[in-house]
């Protein structure tokens, strides 16, 4: 359980049930191509292979052979074993993740190219909207639990961050709409600009909280949801902003498949996962609302989402600053 998660205040946001019922999810449309997907893994993720020949060095002279030196065996050292959770056992794995030396050589890219290192971005569908998430960081409407006065920090470290309206937040966003410039803001985004590369030039992120899978496909394959997980994701890296993937608490589609995908890709590029399956999963009902066929989370959920996402921010923050030092 998060720390100090149970003693969390009830954030009561009023009217929210009223104003969720405008947020129904919309089968997402996409007329992208989906891209291809690699068979291969990551090269940073793949262990050095062990040679199968031996290396033999002459140190000495033989002394039954005066004159010709005594061969010594020297065996290449054993790869050091990936001792990471598979993504098979995602459900395992923490709710608050640790920085990997990967994503603190994308936060030097980030650095080299001017991102912004206070300032976050999200991509997600109306769940993630500032409505109903984190923007109470911005509008002082919170209460931290006793002993985490020091979330404060955070708190005015992304400061406007939490209320900001991100372009790759709407109603029925999904993976492949994240990628299809119809879904960016024609106003604001330039021609054939994709939502996430026009957020990523007008708001000049350090991180992004990556939270889909709701609104899913029936008729997309599980190869296909993390091939465009993975476009994201590699534009995000290529941009040099961290992506934060994160799980989700609903089930719509039955097996879970949607935060299997998120912890695969996750493992694949060692990005930091929120495990927010994990945060709600001792919650009645996961912390859904059972009136709404158990997509949209209830008061306590969002209690929860609001409380653990800060956490989430905070420990990042702690990490990047370490990196500065």
């Not at 929210?16 to 893994?41: F, G």
């Not at 500032?130 to 509008?139: A, H, Q």
């Not at 589609?253 to 495990?275: C, K, T």
Request: glycine share 4%; charged share 20%.
């Amino acid at each position: 359980m998060l720390p100090a998660l149970k003693k969390a205040p009830l954030l009561l946001l009023l009217g929210l049930i009223l104003v969720l019922a405008a947020c129904t999810p919309t089968p997402a449309t996409s007329t992208i191509n989906t891209p291809a997907q690699s068979t291969n893994t990551p090269e940073s993720a793949q262990p050095t292979k062990n040679p199968s020949s031996t290396r033999v060095t002459a140190t000495e002279s033989n002394e039954n052979n005066p004159g010709v030196p005594t061969p010594t065996a020297y065996h290449t050292p054993t790869p050091t074993p990936d001792l990471r959770l598979r993504p098979e056992l995602w459900q395992n794995w923490p709710i608050i993740p640790d920085l990997s030396p990967q994503m603190a050589e994308v936060y030097q890219l980030g650095k080299d190219l001017g991102r912004d290192p206070q300032v976050f971005s999200v991509i997600g569908d109306c769940q993630s909207s500032p409505t109903y998430f984190l923007s109470i960081y911005d509008e002082g409407r919170y209460t931290l639990p006793e002993g985490q006065e020091a979330l404060e920090e955070t708190i005015t470290w992304y400061a406007s961050s939490y209320a900001h309206r991100s372009i790759t937040v709407k109603n029925g966003m999904t993976a492949p709409g994240a990628l299809n410039p119809r879904w960016a803001e024609p106003e604001l985004c330039e021609s054939n600009e994709t939502p996430v590369e026009c957020e990523i030039r007008l708001s000049n992120p350090s991180l992004m909280l990556i939270s889909l899978g709701t609104n899913w496909n029936p008729a997309s394959t599980q190869e296909e949801y993390i091939a465009y997980l993975t476009q994201i994701v590699e534009t995000l890296l290529e941009n040099g902003v961290i992506p934060v993937l994160s799980t989700k608490a609903d089930n719509v589609e039955g097996d879970y498949s949607r935060n299997l995908a998120m912890a695969q890709v996750a493992f694949d590029y060692h990005l930091p996962l929120w495990n927010f399956w994990a945060a709600v999963k001792d919650l009645p009902n996961m912390g859904l609302d059972d009136s709404r066929e158990d997509v949209y989370l209830n008061y306590r959920g969002w209690d929860v989402r609001n409380y653990s996402a800060l956490v989430l921010l905070d420990h990042l923050r702690t990490q990047l600053a370490d990196i500065e030092e």
